[in-house]
């Protein structure tokens, strides 16, 4: 059964026919998508769609669609994907965000994460759950250090080639007795 996550300001669902077209001008946007390879088209963007809710139907969780509670809107994604052998450090579960412009800086990303990292040591009892992003996203880097989340490498991302700016990425973990200790869930 699909996990539904709440919090104060959101709600972390399953995705919605209805997501299709604001999750594709998320995924277009040449800012949200500035450090990601590419901005994705409406038929990539769909198929993204498709493939997080396969797995959220499969497993009960994954990449949730954000939704604010108060407008009732899409603003985002945020959730939980296991990498079972992409990295030299898989085995492992990622936590990840992505999130509209209009609400950024606004504490949206650190509280949809508390919510998934919760999830995910209180219900799958994982020990530990990573993040990573391009070296030079200093944003998101502010986050998992919100996050409580520690640096543990530097590395170069196998899907990127050397001529990516993006290539160079940072490994950031948290353990379940640190987020207990560091955090309390929004």
Not at 21 to 41: E, G, H, I, T
Not at 70 to 96: A, K, V
């Amino acid at each position: 059964m699909p996990i539904q996550l709440e919090s104060k300001r959101l709600i972390l669902r399953p995705w919605q026919e209805t997501d299709r077209l604001p999750f594709y001008q998320l995924n277009a946007d040449p800012a949200v998508m500035r450090y990601f390879p590419k901005c994705l088209s409406r038929t990539e963007s769909d198929q993204l769609l498709d493939k997080f809710q396969a797995l959220i139907e499969l497993q009960g969780w994954g990449f949730w669609a954000v939704e604010l509670k108060n407008e009732q809107r899409l603003i985002g994604m945020t959730g939980l994907h296991h990498q079972p052998d992409q990295f030299n450090f898989s085995p492992c579960t990622e936590i990840g965000w992505r999130f509209d412009k209009n609400y950024w800086g606004q504490g949206y990303a650190t509280e949809a994460a508390q919510l998934a990292l919760n999830f995910a040591f209180q219900t799958l009892q994982l020990n530990e759950v990573v993040a990573f992003t391009a070296a030079i996203n200093q944003a998101s880097v502010a986050v998992m250090q919100r996050l409580g989340m520690l640096y543990r490498q530097e590395f170069l991302h196998p899907a990127l080639t050397a001529e990516s700016i993006l290539q160079k990425h940072m490994l950031y973990a948290i353990q379940q007795a640190e987020f207990y200790s560091n955090m309390r869930i929004a």
